[in-house]
């Protein structure tokens, strides 16, 4: 279920158990708050994992209609998904880094698609393609600086820039970009960094030297976007800073960056039941109630992608009171001891949002799950429907 909103609230729909209330204006303004930081460089949305669970689509004509003219997916299947949608290349140019083996070539050229390409293998399938197809491929070399994930590594690069440079002379492509990511741009100080950089500026060098001249060089990812601005070059990649969350948590807050967290996650409460104490509570009793109360249940569990790593940790808000999961998190529910407390049943549950109700945000549901708030927002599953807020700012674009 998806439905448009334009109240600016974040009251839970009539009748739903649970919701994604998905704040696009808080996305623009991050969008600007990015924009103020990076000078002449470009902003590129990170899409992929369905806008880190926030909605690929929505999101990106939200981005796409504030003038965002880049957009990243990681596997190609997301990247025709927004073509299909009717974000056309004229609009957005999409990037998509993830292949493998027999991956959609053709198809992406045309769909006007940007191809990362991170070894000889893969020009040796994207070739064909485009000579079968007549459509040159827009490429992005990516470099291996020192992640040691996707990416040529530095005694291969030579001869993959050579190869691109000698398709390109053919006419086959354009080598639109030349690009690497950081391991540790969220660790300042991290030896890595420096490194990665100098094993950057040596990749653009040998690309230059081969002849390439790319439209855009990028690296920095949100953290280094925030804290780097030595790496933002021509384009910068976003994906949780755009979202209102801090990469950095350990250095600033969203607020100390200037940036809101764009989701909030709220349910309904089930039941709410008198118990005595030593009342054993979900699988495993591995709560148990110290003295009589009230249990509230709530309607989500790790099937909706509430971490069961936060069983017994994990923080609420209820009738304006923070509470924590009592015992397991289970598939479809969960238990809050409500210390006697007998609230309505139906009454909002609010698992995180942006704080300014005193509730807890996604980085309270990280830290009692020892993850990352990435994780917290992109687990949130499909059976979640999402309210978007603010939707009618993206008039001009397919709906």
Not at 245 to 260: I, K, N, Q, T
Request: glycine share 12%; proline share 7%.
């Amino acid at each position: 279920m998806t439905t448009a909103n334009t109240t600016g609230t974040a009251t839970l729909t009539e009748g739903v158990r649970a919701e994604a209330t998905i704040d696009l204006a808080a996305l623009r303004g991050n969008l600007d708050a990015l924009r103020a930081r990076i000078g002449a460089a470009s902003v590129m949305l990170a899409v992929k994992a369905d806008a880190y669970g926030h909605g690929a689509v929505e999101c990106a004509r939200a981005a796409v209609a504030h003038g965002v003219g880049w957009l990243g997916c990681a596997t190609p299947e997301e990247a025709l998904a927004l073509r299909a949608a009717g974000i056309r290349p004229e609009q957005a140019r999409i990037l998509c880094w993830l292949w493998t083996p027999g991956g959609p070539w053709r198809e992406a050229l045309r769909a006007g698609l940007d191809i990362s390409v991170s070894g000889m293998w893969a020009l040796d399938e994207l070739l064909p393609a485009v000579r079968e197809t007549g459509i040159p491929a827009r490429v992005h070399l990516k470099a291996d600086t020192g992640l040691g994930r996707n990416g040529c590594q530095p005694h291969d690069w030579p001869r993959l820039v050579e190869a691109a440079r000698r398709a390109e002379t053919d006419g086959l492509l354009t080598v639109v970009g030349v690009w690497s990511h950081f391991a540790a741009a969220d660790e300042p100080g991290h030896p890595s960094i420096r490194a990665q950089q100098d094993s950057f500026r040596t990749a653009l060098a040998t690309a230059e030297a081969a002849g390439l001249r790319p439209e855009v060089r990028h690296l920095a990812n949100s953290p280094a976007t925030l804290l780097l601005p030595e790496a933002h070059y021509d384009l910068v990649r976003t994906g949780l800073a755009a979202y209102g969350l801090s990469p950095v948590p350990e250095v600033g807050s969203p607020a100390d960056f200037g940036l809101r967290p764009v989701m909030a996650l709220t349910a309904r409460l089930a039941l709410v039941k008198h118990v005595p104490g030593g009342h054993g509570v979900s699988y495993g009793h591995h709560y148990t109630t110290p003295g009589p109360t009230t249990l509230g249940l709530v309607p989500v569990g790790y099937g909706d992608g509430i971490p069961r790593h936060a069983s017994g940790s994990g923080p609420v808000q209820v009738g304006g009171k923070w509470r924590t999961a009592a015992g397991r998190v289970a598939m479809d529910q969960f238990v809050v001891d409500l210390g006697g407390d007998t609230p309505a049943i139906g009454e909002e549950v609010l698992l995180f949002g942006n704080g300014d109700r005193g509730e807890p945000t996604a980085e309270d549901w990280a830290r009692a799950a020892g993850t990352i708030s990435y994780e917290i927002v992109t687990r949130i599953g499909a059976r979640v429907p999402r309210r978007y807020l603010g939707a009618e700012h993206t008039e001009g674009l397919p709906a």
